[in-house]
C-alpha cells in the first residue's frame, strides 16, 4: 500500500483517488472546515443523502456518493472531540481503520484523508498523527492501493505528517 502526504485541498484532489474521507459532525449535515468544504463542492444533492443515513457516532464511517465531485464516493467520519471524548485516541484509530475497511468493502483502489479532528475538534496535531501512522500501518488492504493524506491549508501540519510518514 503507497502513502503519500500531499499539500492540497481534499475537494480538489479529482479522479487520483475513488474516495475521499469528510471529517464530518454527527448529523451529517456540513459545517465548517473539511465539512463545510466537501459539501459545498459536491452540491446540494449530498446533503440530500446524508439525511438518509441517521448521523454517524464518533469513529464510524459511512459513505455516499460524490455528486459534483470528480471522486466515486465520499466517506463520511466523525474524529473525537478531544477534550471531551472518554478516549479520543481508540476513536481517532477507528475513524481511520473503519474508513479503510468500508473503501475496501466498495472495492476502492485509493482513498485521500484529511487531518481527523485536529480542526475544530481540537486534537493536537502531533498525537492525531502519531494514531493515523498507526492505523494505516496496521490495516492489511483487501483493494486498497494508495492512500492520500491531503494536508491543507496549514503548512506546518504538512511538516508533522511529512516527518512521521518519513516522506
Do not use: W
Not at 475537494?11 to 449535515?29: F, H, P, Q, Y
Not at 446524508?50 to 467520519?77: Q, W
Amino acid at each position: 500500500m503507497n502513502i503519500r502526504v500531499i499539500y492540497q485541498d481534499i475537494t480538489k484532489i479529482g479522479r487520483i483517488a475513488d474516495a475521499i474521507v469528510n471529517a464530518a459532525n454527527e448529523t451529517l449535515s456540513g459545517g465548517g472546515g473539511v465539512d463545510g468544504a466537501i459539501h459545498r463542492a459536491a452540491g446540494p444533492l449530498l446533503l440530500e443523502e446524508c439525511r438518509t443515513l441517521n448521523g454517524c457516532k464518533p469513529g464510524e464511517a459511512k459513505a455516499t456518493k460524490a455528486y459534483s465531485l470528480d471522486n466515486k464516493y465520499i466517506i463520511h467520519t466523525v474524529g473525537p472531540r478531544y477534550y471531551s471524548d472518554p478516549n479520543p485516541s481508540l476513536t481517532l484509530y477507528n475513524c481511520y481503520i473503519n474508513c479503510l475497511k468500508l473503501a475496501d468493502e466498495l472495492g476502492l483502489e485509493s482513498i485521500a484523508f484529511p487531518s481527523i479532528s485536529t480542526g475544530a475538534f481540537g486534537y493536537p496535531i502531533k498525537e492525531a498523527v502519531k494514531i493515523c501512522c498507526q492505523a494505516l500501518h496496521d490495516y492489511k488492504p483487501k483493494t486498497l492501493k494508495n492512500i492520500y493524506l491531503c494536508i491543507y491549508p496549514d503548512i506546518n501540519n504538512l511538516r508533522v505528517f511529512e516527518e512521521a510518514f518519513k516522506i
